[in-house]
């Protein structure tokens, strides 16, 4: 089961726009950089702490 599971509705889901997901100071390029520098391969589990 993942986090979502456990959180009994109280978390929110949001899509990223392809125009924010593209590009060097993409959406999509921080999370590249995220997996690198974390080491972060396919199927690997973590978790994501955001603060508001």
């Known amino acids: 089961m993942q986090g979502a599971y456990y959180a009994q509705g109280n978390f929110s889901v949001l899509a990223v726009s ?22 972060i391969t396919t199927g690997d589990p973590f978790w994501v702490w955001i603060v508001p």
């Open 18 to 39: 392809a125009e924010h997901n593209k590009g060097e100071d993409s959406h999509g390029a921080a999370l590249g950089s995220f997996y690198g520098r974390t080491r």
